[in-house]
């Protein structure tokens, strides 16, 4: 089993930036590529980013891209989500989950485990 913590939500301006964290236990972090998710109400689960499990490969939407950056540290069983730029439409709960492999995907029926998720509100 893994367990998934999300922090770092909360309330921002447009054009503002946040970092989300998610901090890992149980089974080593280092076998799990780790991904980001958010839900936005009314809508369903989308992908936001994912990393590889030795955090030398990354994999964004184009919607993202060019805004968010997924990073990990193993030796503190973290992953971030750093967000800059944000806009209303990045609203969402987001979600930490974990993948047993080495390869960051964007399906979430690949991921294994999850957090609870942390609030993101964007204000204009």
């Known amino acids: 089993q893994v367990q998934l913590v999300e922090s770092g939500g909360g309330w921002v301006q447009a054009g503002g930036s946040l970092r989300l964290s998610c901090a890992a236990s149980?089974?080593?972090?280092?076998?799990?590529?780790m991904g980001w998710f958010r839900q936005a109400p009314g809508k369903e689960r989308e992908f936001v980013a994912a990393i590889s499990s030795t955090g030398t490969s990354t994999y964004y939407p184009e919607s993202v891209k060019a805004r968010f950056t997924i990073s990990r540290d193993n030796g503190k069983n973290t992953v971030y989500l750093q967000m800059n730029s944000l806009t209303p439409e990045d609203t969402a709960v987001y979600y930490c989950a974990a993948r047993n492999g080495v390869w960051p995907r964007p399906n979430q029926n690949e991921y294994d485990y999850w957090g609870k998720g942390t609030q993101v509100t964007v204000s204009t």
């Open positions: 149980g089974r080593t972090f280092s076998a799990y590529a």
